[in-house]
């Protein structure tokens, strides 16, 4: 399948992050408790917002918990570099389109509409003023181009950060095709390859899914755009806890046909 999809091998045990919205205390919440849990055979499928608006020094210090909790995972034995995945959600969307601003028709609006969209912590976190990243959007295309640079050079000053956002997958999915994981959004009517941006804006599409997803047992996502909290339905779970925005961070273990087996949550 397409290299923008992460095959995940089935196990007895596939631990699943909800959005994380640059919310450090919550995420390392979760990690101290999953590192008591978590072991070889298991899978781990984090599921976007990993950037987020909370302040610039725990949207920061959020990625690198992100960095080592892999690191950890990974240097167990027995324990594939394939048996994690990173989806990309909504913030890592648009701070890679934000990279590249310079080459949009109307750079202005484009971030304009990205600060509606939760773009402002991931500015700060890198040592930016919205504000003045907003006028400088509006100054003509060498102004644009100097600022994405020298942005460009402030998120690699942040040792894996660029590697992370580089390597992040649109989806990932079970190769028995029982599961399927993505940031907020799917459209039942197109197959997985085929979903364009619904996967980080499509969430009422999410919502409307009430038949089976071709052989898919179930559906799972990290963020909603209106409903918090962990919302389970017959063919679809969502896992967002409102991490970030005064709420919760969500993980849960799940079983081969998506039955939640653990919960665990930090705040």
């Not at 976007?48 to 909790?69: I, K, P």
């Not at 930016?128 to 942005?151: C, E, K, L, Y």
Request: aromatic share 8%; glycine share 12%.
């Amino acid at each position: 399948m397409s290299t923008v999809l992460a095959p995940i091998k089935p196990a007895e045990r596939i631990w699943v992050v909800g959005a994380i919205n640059g919310d450090r205390d919550a995420l390392r919440s979760v990690h101290q408790k999953l590192a008591q849990r978590i072991k070889p055979g298991d899978r781990l499928v984090y599921l976007g917002n990993y950037w987020g608006e909370g302040t610039a020094e725990n949207v920061v210090a959020a990625v690198n918990e992100l960095l080592l909790f892999r690191r950890f995972f990974i240097a167990m034995d027995g324990v594939d570099i394939t048996d994690i995945a990173f989806l990309r959600g909504a913030a890592e969307e648009m701070l890679s389109k934000l990279q590249q601003i310079q080459f949009a028709p109307n750079p202005g609006e484009v971030f304009d509409w990205m600060l509606t969209r939760g773009i402002a912590g991931t500015v700060r976190a890198y040592g930016f003023d919205p504000a003045n990243v907003q006028r400088t959007m509006h100054q003509g295309a060498h102004a644009i181009s100097q600022w994405t640079s020298t942005f460009g050079d402030a998120v690699r000053r942040h040792s894996g950060h660029n590697a992370l956002l580089s390597d992040l997958k649109h989806a990932a999915y079970s190769t028995d095709g029982r599961l399927i994981f993505v940031h907020t959004g799917l459209d039942g009517s197109r197959p997985l390859t085929g979903q364009t941006d619904t996967f980080w804006w499509g969430g009422s599409m999410f919502e409307a899914i009430t038949e089976r997803y071709y052989d898919c047992a179930r559906i799972v996502r990290g963020a909603s755009q209106g409903q918090v909290g962990l919302q389970e339905r017959e063919f679809t779970l969502s896992l967002d806890g409102g991490a970030g925005r005064g709420g919760q961070l969500i993980a849960v273990a799940l079983d081969g046909q998506g039955a939640i087996i653990e919960q665990i949550t930090g705040d």
